[in-house]
Nanobody
């Protein structure tokens, strides 16, 4: 599964961004059953799991983003989105989408989110 992440930008604290992760070369029947995730890696920190959406639409969030971030999916367009509101400077990181098909993990190329104070 090839994943393409986009939407990162420079934004002021309190602002919003919407990240997208597309799988344009994946057919619907392969994409729909996949659990999809967003990770982030901030400078000098370990990679952090930010949000998960299951094939059935169930969601889970890191405590640090609960109530501010929303993950969603559109299987017909093969896109997973991460709506990020009330952004904080410590949300600054490279954000990656991820999925796993069997034993094979796939990562998007990363998109930079920078939140200025």
């Amino acid at each position: 599964v090839q994943l393409q992440a986009s939407g990162g930008d420079l934004v002021q604290a309190g602002g919003s961004l919407r990240l997208s992760c597309a799988a344009p070369r994946t057919i619907f029947s392969v994409f729909a059953p996949l659990d999809m995730e967003w990770y982030r890696r901030a400078p000098g920190k370990q990679r952090e799991l930010v949000a998960t959406i299951t094939s059935s639409g169930g969601t889970k969030y890191a405590d640090s983003v609960k109530g501010r971030f929303t993950i969603s999916r559109d299987n017909s367009r093969k896109i997973v989105s991460l709506q990020m509101n009330s952004l904080k400077p410590n949300d600054t990181a490279v954000y990656y989408c991820h999925t796993k098909q069997g034993l094979t993990a796939s990562w998007g190329q990363g998109t930079q989110v920078t939140v200025s104070s």
